[in-house]
């Protein structure tokens, strides 16, 4: 088999992918670097690293490090600019088999307009996903951390993206029911549960934090049925209702955890960590997904997205 099977097919506001896995945001490269491990037609997506107006190099070492059951992170947003990733990284796109997601962030609401309209603009892109997981030089707080301040940053971002669908990615470091609420009620056409979770790691010899910047975000394994708990809810309460479909993600590392995501609502998984652990798992992903799709006695997976019991 050279392509995903055709029965894990799935759609996120009318875009087709060919599979449910989508490589998450800051975890693969700007937009093909993936291509040296395997096909990326046994990807759904891929997700570019989040985008700020200008070229940031992050944080200080150590900003990734290695914690039981997953990693933690504080990268700091490093990355190229909105000039140079146009300029040099876009131009990939047109090579990758599969879509391309755009991620933005930024520390302004005008750091987002900016990067939104930017990546509009582009045909490369038929989603924009908003990191709101960055703070807000002008109040300190993170946009994802607040409904209201979500609602005010959606205010300004959605007019600009006229052409592609805009997903927000939703912070689990508050209430996401009510965070998904707010960005639903403010226009967004799709939902990604979640970003990492906010941890602490300490060096008992220094007895420093590990990380540079104190604390960083959680991923792998460990945050797992955190996230599971957190799509189901948000499904149940928000998506169902409004016809908005979700990508969770959160320490997918077997199919079983993509499954997982599926039964309690998501139209597609992201997949972050586990391509440090091995940058071929999209391949295995989509393999044991289509075995479990034929084995539940479904057409396709699309059947079984929100189909739990109980
Ligand atoms: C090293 C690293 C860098 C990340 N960079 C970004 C980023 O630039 N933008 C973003 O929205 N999320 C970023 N994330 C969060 C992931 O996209 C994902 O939401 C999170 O890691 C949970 O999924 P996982 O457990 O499969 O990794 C990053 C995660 C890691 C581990």
């Known amino acids: ?14 875009v087709e992918l060919a599979s449910p896995i989508v490589a998450a945001a800051g975890t693969c490269g700007y937009v093909d670097e993936l291509a040296d491990a395997f096909d990326l037609r046994w990807l759904g997506a891929v997700t570019t690293k989040s985008i700020t107006p200008e070229e940031r190099a992050g944080n200080d070492p150590w900003r ?8 933690m992170n504080a990268i700091g947003l490093a990355n190229v600019g909105l000039g140079r990733f146009l300029a040099e990284k876009v131009p990939h796109a047109a090579g990758v088999p599969c879509p391309v997601f ?24 038929p989603i924009i996903e908003l990191n709101v997981s960055c703070p807000n030089t002008a109040t300190g707080l993170q946009f994802g951390d607040d409904p209201a301040a979500l ?11 006229k052409r592609a669908k805009l997903f927000v990615k939703v912070s689990p470091n508050a209430d ?49 049925p955190i996230a599971v708990r957190m799509v189901h809810d948000v499904y149940r309460a928000v998506a169902k209702p409004a016809g908005v479909p979700i990508i969770g993600l959160g320490g997918v590392l077997r199919w079983e955890d993509a499954a997982e995501f599926i039964l309690v609502g998501a139209s597609a998984v992201g997949v ?12 295995a992903l989509a393999k044991g997904l289509a075995r479990w799709v034929r084995a539940q006695k479904v057409a396709s997976l699309t059947d079984l997205v929100g189909a739990m019991e109980g």
């Not at 609602?151 to 993206?161: N, T, W």
């Not at 549960?193 to 990380?211: G, K």
């Open 64 to 71: 990734i490090i290695d914690v039981p059951g997953g990693m």
């Open 1 to 14: 088999m050279a392509a995903p099977d055709a029965c894990i097919r799935t759609r996120l506001a009318g």
């Open 151 to 161: 609602k005010s940053l959606l205010a300004e971002v959605r007019p600009v993206v």
């Open 176 to 224: 996401v029911v009510k965070l998904s609420g707010a960005a639903v009620d403010a226009g967004a056409d799709g939902l990604t549960l979640v970003n990492t979770v906010t941890a602490m790691s300490i060096d008992v010899h220094t007895r420093r934090p590990r990380l540079s910047r104190g604390r960083g975000g959680l991923s792998g394994p460990a945050i797992h």
């Open 102 to 125: 755009g991620s933005v962030a930024g520390h302004s609401v005008a750091d987002y307009v900016r990067v939104a309209a930017a990546f509009d603009a582009n045909t490369a892109f």
């Open 272 to 283: 972050g960590t586990a391509l440090f652990v091995d940058p071929r798992i999209p391949v």
